[in-house]
T-cell receptor
Framework: EPEVTQTPSHQVTQMGQEVILRCVPI?????FYWYRQILGQKVEFLVS????????KSEIFDDQFSVERPDGSNFTLKIRSTKLEDSAMYFC??????????????FGEGSRLTVL | QQQVKQSPQSLIVQKGGISIINCAYE??????FPWYQQFPGKGPALLIA?????SEKKEGRFTISFNKSAKQFSLHIMDSQPGDSATYFC???????????FGTGTLLAVQP
């Protein structure tokens, strides 16, 4: 069964450092997402991406965050200067459809980011 | 108005019992209501979803009940099994967007 894969599974970084989280979406999917889940809290939307552009972003996704699809398979989330409050599980997701209400959103297993 | 409120926060059910998780929303533009199941160390996985043109949807032991006038929907797990122990998230979205708004999650423990 095709799946979304994420690396690293866990990253520990110092406050102020740059972090890049990587995702390989399902191969025929065109719509890509990042969500995050602070420990014990709900899953929150960060950004959606299609055709090499951001489609939608949340208030959380400020100038410290950026996304990129550097090649035909990877989708990355960069946090430029990490803060303590960026500590969370970051989930990549992909879909074959433009809107979530027309098709399933497939999530990866997540990358846990710990900022010290 | 973008929130989805979910209860209870945690739930313990005996094997064979019925698990019920409730969600409420305010945004009448929402037109898609999925439930996601998340096991420890894994990402959320779609369990079942409903649109507001029906009041109930059943897939195996899992049923969504939807009350459009009350703006509430619930997940019922019949004959709950220990393998159902997981965190369950309700969510909502509208056709104009491609993002899901998640509830706060319910940690379900089914005791053997």
């Amino acid at each position: 069964e095709p799946e979304v894969t994420q690396t690293p599974s866990h990253q520990v970084t110092q406050m102020g450092q740059e972090v890049i989280l990587r995702c390989v979406p399902i191969s025929n999917h065109l719509y890509f997402y990042w969500y995050r889940q602070i420990l014990g809290q709900k899953v929150e939307f960060l950004v959606s991406f299609y055709n090499n552009e951001i489609s939608e972003k949340s208030e959380i996704f400020d100038d410290q965050f950026s996304v990129e699809r550097p090649d035909g398979s990877n989708f990355t989330l960069k946090i430029r200067s990490t803060k303590l409050e960026d500590s969370a599980m970051y989930f990549c997701a992909s879909s074959a459809f433009r809107t979530v209400n027309t098709g399933e959103l497939f999530f990866g297993e997540g990358s846990r980011l710990t900022v010290l | 108005q973008q929130q989805v409120k979910q209860s209870p926060q945690s739930l313990i059910v005996q094997k064979g019992g019925i698990s019920i998780i409730n969600c409420a929303y305010e945004n009448t533009a929402f037109d898609y209501f999925p439930w996601y199941q998340q096991f420890p160390g894994k990402g959320p996985a779609l369990l079942i979803a409903i649109r507001p043109d029906v009041s109930e949807k059943k897939e195996g032991r899992f049923t969504i009940s939807f009350n459009k006038s009350a703006k509430q929907f619930s997940l019922h797990i019949m004959d709950s099994q220990p393998g159902d122990s997981a965190t369950y998230f309700c969510a909502a979205s509208s056709g104009a967007t491609n993002k899901l708004i998640f509830g706060t999650g319910t940690l379900l423990a089914v005791q053997p």
